[in-house]
């Protein structure tokens, strides 16, 4: 790999930004696209190349938000139902493109260990976000609301041991917010010699 490269995929990582759905535009990204950012995820690490990632995508976002929405007033008991929270999931891709829902399924290997599938759906997934923001494409990675309630998983037809790992709402944006870290790098690495 030569050096401009480096910079290019490095610019790449450190300019990934979370982009909200309420921030997103309502602009269309082509199906080919979304396939494109799928083809990179299935390039993620995989141990016994179990492959564990699976997708279902929405091109139309408010078909999902609203089951999001009925999911979350079948999981909270009428006492605790909140109306306004109930909206605000019904139209949160109002502004999106394309909604990705995102799950592990668990591989016939028992000898890997669950993290590991695990870790290689996140990075399928990180593969996904690089991807987007490489071709200028706003994207939020929400686990959020009943994304992780047994209710999604039911809806979804998961089995016990496979896992949602989140939604993802890819879209446009006009602004994306700027990036930071808390604490420095130096106290994060210990060198050893």
């Known amino acids: 790999m030569d050096s401009a490269t480096f910079t290019t995929i490095s610019n790449i990582i450190k300019t990934r930004r979370s982009v909200k759905p309420a ?13 494109a950012l799928l083809e ?6 995989t141990h016994g190349y179990t492959e564990p990632w699976r997708f279902t995508v929405y091109e139309n976002p408010a078909e ?5 929405a009925e999911l979350y007033k079948q999981s909270v008991s009428s006492e605790n139902f909140n109306e306004t ?3 605000n999931f019904q139209h949160q891709g109002d502004k999106v493109s394309h909604v990705i829902i995102t799950t592990m399924k668990r591989g ?15 990075s399928a997934i990180q593969n996904i976000l690089l991807g987007a923001t490489a071709l200028n494409m706003a994207s939020f990675w929400s686990t959020g609301g009943a994304i992780l309630k047994p209710a999604m998983k039911e809806f979804l037809q998961l089995r016990e041991e496979d ?5 993802l ?4 944006a006009d602004q994306h917010p700027e ?7 130096e106290e994060k690495i210990k060198w050893v010699k």
């Open 108 to 122: 016939d290997l028992p000898k890997i260990p669950a993290f590991e599938e695990l870790a290689a759906v996140s």
């Open 23 to 35: 921030m997103m535009n309502g602009h269309k990204i082509p199906n080919g696209h979304v396939a």
């Open 40 to 45: 990179l995820a299935d390039w993620a690490p």
């Open 64 to 68: 999902f938000c609203l089951q999001h």
């Open 169 to 172: 709402y890819l879209g446009y």
């Open 85 to 87: 929270v109930y909206t």
């Open 179 to 185: 990036g930071k870290r808390n604490t420095p790098l």
């Open 163 to 167: 896992h949602v790992m989140g939604v």
